[in-house]
């Protein structure tokens, strides 16, 4: 099975394509989702968040308090590094599980969506990598209008994370998402036939 890695930055467009290869009926493993799935396969995650953070996190019937916890692991960069190097092992394992799972089913090529998979290494993972690059002005615009924040609430995220600019270096494709979106599909449309033709093999790519 193939698998490809695809990432990029705050609002570059990683969910857009996701989309627009799911209509093509390619299987995206989707990060963010893998994040919030893992709270419930592993219960033992709750009981590092206790150890390392606190009973304080916690309410009378021994439950998360999500939004409290939530809000206090993301006010500083360092508390937020230390819940990412706790729980990224088991979000690891739960990724590696699923590439498993659809290579079991016979699944010729899967996809994983995520933001930081150059960051957390898991890029040397996959076969191929493809960032979603945008322009700043139009990474600025479009998560501002998204997530109805100030331009600078959004340069203070762009700026936290690692440029698109430095994750060139590791990717072997990049799709443009400056444009319309119908360009953007081109691209895809382009990049997957680039790829078929390195894999020839693979019988899903072959147009
Ligand atoms: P995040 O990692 O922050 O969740 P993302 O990389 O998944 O973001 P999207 O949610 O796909 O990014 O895109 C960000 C915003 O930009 C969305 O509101 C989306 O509808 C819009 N958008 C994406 N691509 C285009 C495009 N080509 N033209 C116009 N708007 C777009």
């Not at 819940?83 to 739960?94: A, G, N």
């Not at 209008?145 to 430095?166: A, C, F, Y």
Request: net charge neutral; charged share 35%; glycine share 6%.
């Amino acid at each position: 099975m193939l698998k490809i890695g695809l990432t990029g930055g705050i609002g570059s467009g990683k969910s857009t394509i996701s989309n627009i290869l799911k209509k093509k009926n390619f299987i995206v493993i989707d990060a963010d989702i893998v994040a919030r799935d893992v709270l419930r396969i592993y219960p033992e995650i709750f009981e590092n968040i206790r150890k390392e953070f606190g009973e304080e996190f916690f309410d009378e019937k021994k439950e998360l308090k999500r939004k409290e916890f939530g809000n206090y692991i993301f006010s500083k960069d360092d508390r937020r590094k230390k819940y990412e190097d706790m729980i990224m092992p088991f979000i690891r394992k739960r990724i590696c599980d699923l590439i498993e799972k659809y290579q079991r089913e016979g699944v010729e090529v899967c996809f994983l969506d995520g933001a930081t998979i150059i960051e957390n290494n898991l890029h040397k993972y996959m076969d191929i990598n493809i960032l979603v690059w945008v322009d700043s002005e139009t990474q600025l615009h479009r998560v501002s209008k998204r997530d109805n924040l100030t331009e600078q609430q959004v340069i203070n995220r762009v700026n936290s994370q690692m440029s698109l600019e430095d994750k060139k270096e590791f990717v072997d494709y990049i799709i443009d998402n400056s444009k319309s979106l119908d360009n953007t599909k081109r691209e895809v449309n382009e990049t997957l036939k680039k790829i078929g033709e390195k894999y020839r093999g693979v019988e899903c790519l072959k147009i």
